[in-house]
C-alpha cells in the first residue's frame, strides 16, 4: 500500500512536532554554506529541530551547487533539519528547483506580486506540482510589504493585509504552510516601527491552524516577547535573515586582514551563537 503524501516530508514533521509542543522552529535564511553549517552546527549543539532556507539567488547564482551541498549538511544532521526555498517568484523556477535531486524539502510558491485570482490559480497548480515530488507547499495570501535580499524585488507594491477568508482560499490550494499578512514587513520597518495587528494573526489561526502551519516573516527586528505573542497566536515557523547574516557581515569588518579561515571560522561561530538564542527563545531548544 502507497505511502500518504508527504507522510516523511521533513519540513512537515518538524513544524507539526513543534504546533504539537507549543513552539517555533527558526527557519534561517542562508546564502552560503557557512550560515548553512552554523545552522546545522546551533541545531546539534542546542538539540533543537532547524530549517535552512535559501533563496532562488542561490539557484541562479550558483546552479544545484548550493542547493545540493546545504542538502546533504542538513539531511545528515544528528537533528531534524530541513532545507527549504522561501520566495520562490516564478513558476518556472519553482519547477526547476523541485527538479534537483535530493534537494528541497519545501518550496514558497511566493505568486503575491499577481493579482488574487491568478496568485490563487497559479498556487494550486505549482502545489499539486510539488506534492507529486513529496515537497511541501508554502504560499502567502494577502502580500507582506517589503523587500529582502536575494528576491526579486517587489518593495513597491503595496501590502495586502490577510483576513480569514483569503487564508480558508488558500489553504482550498492545497498548502501546508501559511504567511499570513498582519503588519509584519520584510526588511526595514522604517519610522512607523513595529505595528502588528495580533487580533488578525489569531482570526486567521482560529479559521484555518487546524490544517495548515502558519509562518511569520519579516521577524528580523522582533525581541523576545513579540516572537512569544506570534507563538501564542499559532506560529509554528519563524524567518530570521538578517539576525544571523548581520553577525557574520560584522566579523568580516573586525577581522579584516586576517587570514581568510579563521575570518570564516570566527563568522560562523558568531551566526551560530546567534541561531541558539533564537532557539531559546522560541522555545524549540531541547525539542530533538
Known amino acids: 500500500m502507497p505511502r500518504p503524501p508527504l507522510a516523511e516530508n ?15 522552529v ?14 546545522v552546527r546551533a541545531a546539534e549543539a542546542a538539540r533543537s529541530p532547524a530549517i535552512v532556507q535559501l533563496f532562488p539567488w542561490a539557484i541562479e547564482y550558483a546552479g544545484n551547487a548550493l542547493v545540493l551541498a546545504a542538502a546533504e549538511a542538513c539531511h545528515s544532521a544528528s537533528v531534524p533539519v530541513a532545507l527549504h526555498l522561501d520566495h520562490c517568484q516564478t513558476p518556472e523556477l519553482v519547477r526547476r528547483a ?19 485570482e491568478e496568485n490563487l490559480a497559479l498556487t494550486k497548480e505549482l502545489v499539486q506540482y510539488l506534492h507529486d515530488r513529496d515537497i511541501c507547499a508554502e504560499a502567502e495570501p494577502g502580500r507582506i510589504e517589503g523587500g529582502e535580499d536575494g ?3 517587489t518593495a513597491d507594491l503595496e501590502g495586502v493585509l490577510t483576513t480569514p477568508e483569503q487564508a480558508e482560499e488558500f489553504v482550498a ?22 505595528r502588528l495587528e495580533y487580533d488578525r494573526l489569531e482570526s486567521v489561526n ?33 524567518n530570521i535573515n538578517k539576525g544571523m547574516n548581520n553577525h557574520y557581515a560584522d566579523v568580516q569588518k573586525e577581522m579584516e586582514g586576517k587570514p581568510l579561515t579563521s575570518v570564516i571560522e570566527a ?4 551566526m551560530q551563537e546567534a541561531i541558539e538564542r533564537y532557539m531559546k527563545w522560541f ?6
Open 10 to 24: 521533513r519540513v512537515l514533521k518538524i513544524v507539526n512536532a513543534a504546533r504539537d509542543g507549543k513552539y517555533a
Open 26 to 39: 527558526p527557519a534561517m535564511c542562508c546564502y552560503n554554506i557557512e550560515s548553512v553549517i552554523a545552522t
Open 98 to 116: 523541485a527538479s534537483i535531486p535530493d534537494g528541497f524539502d519545501g518550496i514558497m510558491c511566493d505568486m503575491s506580486h499577481y493579482e488574487k
Open 151 to 153: 528576491v526579486a524585488e
Open 173 to 194: 490550494t492545497g498548502i501546508e504552510l501559511l504567511a499570513p499578512a498582519f503588519g509584519n514587513v520584510h526588511g526595514s520597518y522604517g519610522p512607523r516601527g513595529i
Open 206 to 238: 482560529e479559521a484555518v491552524g487546524d490544517r495548515v502551519r502558519l509562518v511569520l516573516h519579516g521577524a528580523d527586528p522582533f525581541d523576545e516577547d513579540i516572537f512569544s505573542r506570534c507563538i501564542k497566536a499559532g506560529v509554528v515557523k519563524i
Open 267 to 270: 563568522g560562523t561561530k558568531r
Open 283 to 288: 522555545g524549540s531548544a531541547g525539542k530533538a
